[in-house]
């Protein structure tokens, strides 16, 4: 039974994954035109995700437009946290779903003004395996990891560390308090994913935020050059 | 197209979740009939789950017989880490497999002596949300949280929520250092779930610890009492 099951499964499995690689591509397309840069924010819960786009929009405040897409299981509370930073911030529900899916950012995108708009910032539901292989039709994805997490998360998530286009490791601050060898995580991001960079930041004492912000700034200017062309 | 993938999707994962279903129970019939205790332990990736194992085997040296299997995506670090501390442990590799499912128990336990064994804890795949759905043949399941992940995680994965028997609030040692407010977080526990019992440890520090070992002691007495009768 269990043999059937699986043979039957995996052609399925592969449609959904089309299906949402088409909606994906769709979403890109739009986001290009318009020249906004996105991006898909993958970590695990508790990793900051939240924290960090709180401190960012902070930062962006005056400088940038940036328009938020949240995904949480259960909850508005990451909506509500991000709306105090930003005024296009939608909220998707996924009920018991692991993950975002290309079809819930194209409608949510309807639902925003996004006139102006030039970053995005797609906060993935909590979990560090099962976004990975959703398009969402972002420019990058980000992968982000914390020190308090333990230093063997990357070694053992290798899938997102290979997709990502930015490692970033939150938290330094509570550095002094638990034990992290960060030469050994950078080596296992490096046998994985050999040129992508790798930043340290603390969304809560905003250190290192300075080159993340750069990094955005050098993906805004891209998104919008290319659309230039 | 996605409509159409809806609706043959549905009735697979249906398919897929009774063979599961009929595995876990072949497993929890032998479980029952050697009088083991069997825990499935489920919290997201850097909660602690390995580090709370390797306490526990500590304590347990000298007087009880435990056996350990841990899922992870790749690498065989933490079955290392634990194989320290108890000499039956298998390590699962799932690849890209977001949760354990009772087949690979099932094979996994063939691998095992369990002659003696009373009590056997089952590491999930770090995730807080795709292990929930999976009966492994448990006699219960463990939802462990961390401070440094932020209060908000029990309402935000209330399926785990619901279906604990037991939730644990791990490292409490961190409390000087992060925000956490911990009545807030148990009472969006007890919406969920309103007699799970609730233990704070540090499986740093060992706080806490003896009222989980008592828990598991329970656990032990029941199996082996209904082995009993």
């Known amino acids: 039974m269990s043999e059937q099951v699986k043979t039957t499964r995996i052609p399925i499995v592969e449609r959904v994954l089309e299906a949402n690689d088409q909606l994906a591509e769709t979403v890109r397309s739009e986001l290009a035109r318009r020249g906004i840069f996105a991006i ?10 939240t924290a960090l786009l709180e401190a960012t929009l902070r930062q962006l405040k005056g400088r940038r437009r940036p328009a938020v897409l949240v995904g949480d ?4 509370r990451d909506g509500d946290r991000l709306a105090r930073w930003c005024d296009r911030v939608v909220q998707i529900s996924t009920g018991d779903g692991c993950h975002l899916e290309a079809g819930q950012v194209r409608d949510a995108l309807t639902q925003l003004d996004l ?24 420019a990058v994805k980000v992968g982000l990891f914390s020190l308090t997490e333990g230093d063997d998360k ?6 997102l560390v290979t997709a990502a286009n930015l490692v970033l490791l939150n ?7 638990v034990s992290f060898d960060r030469s050994g995580f950078e080596a296992d991001v490096r046998l994985l994913n050999a040129n992508v960079p790798i930043l340290s930041v603390s969304a809560t004492t905003g250190e290192g935020l300075d080159r993340w912000l750069d990094w955005l700034d050098r993906g805004v200017s891209g998104a919008q050059g290319a659309r230039a062309t």
Do not use: M
Not at 40 to 49: F, T, V
Not at 171 to 177: C, G, M, N
């Open 40 to 49: 898909d924010l993958i970590g695990a819960p508790g990793s900051g995700k």
């Open 154 to 159: 990357a070694a053992k998530h290798p899938y």
């Open 115 to 138: 006139d102006g708009v030039d970053i995005l910032f797609i906060e993935n539901v909590g979990n560090l395996i099962c976004p990975v292989g959703f398009d969402l039709g972002q």
């Open 73 to 76: 299981l259960a909850t508005r």
């Open 171 to 177: 938290k330094i601050d509570l550095a002094p308090y």
